[in-house]
């Protein structure tokens, strides 16, 4: 089963999908546990958010896959079995390495939409977490910002719709649309 989770920031998404993905795990008699990080920290907020995330699975078993961009070369890694669960950390880093790591690339959401489906297709037990970056009420110029937003939420609609089950976390409380 394909998970997406989407919310807001700070809301409970990756402690709600860690403990999903553990469920999931010991449901399906699964042995391999897998958290795909795609945060590069670029402040001591990211470094700390990492390591809260970090403390939050500490001896729940994962093993820990760092994959900031080409998301489906970490599934090529020797010794990683498609058949474990898999919970992919964020969507919205992805993107965002993707789109501005390497030079900015407009092109970005199309390939990492198909990057990430061909990823929930290969495992089929996958949580994808995304941000809920979309009511702020600001109205954007055509800029990078507009555009990374678009792309965002072609990827987050790309992947509900692929994805059994689709959940978003507010305030730690879970709503579950699929």
Do not use: W
Not at 6 to 33: I, P, W
Not at 34 to 53: C, G, L, N, S
Not at 96 to 116: H, P, S, T
């Amino acid at each position: 089963m394909n998970i997406f989770i989407s919310g807001g920031c700070k809301n409970g998404k990756s402690y709600y999908a860690q403990k999903t993905a553990v469920e999931m795990a010991a449901a399906d008699a699964v042995d391999k546990l897998y958290y795909v990080a795609t945060m590069m920290p670029h402040d001591e907020e990211d470094e700390a958010r990492i390591k809260r995330h970090i403390e939050e699975r500490k001896g729940s078993g994962f093993i820990t896959l760092e994959q900031p961009f080409d998301i489906c070369a970490c599934l090529d890694q020797q010794g990683i079995e498609t058949e474990g669960v898999f919970l992919l950390d964020s969507v919205t880093a992805l993107l965002n390495n993707e789109m501005f790591m390497k030079g900015i690339d407009n092109g970005a959401a199309g390939r990492v939409a198909d990057e990430l489906l061909t990823f929930a297709e290969r495992t089929g037990k996958t949580l994808f977490v995304s941000d809920y970056i979309y009511s702020d009420g600001i109205i954007y110029d055509k800029d990078l910002t507009d555009d990374y937003r678009r792309g965002l939420a072609f990827i987050d609609r790309k992947l509900a719709a692929k994805c059994d089950k689709v959940v978003e976390i507010a305030y730690g409380r879970e709503t579950v649309f699929k």
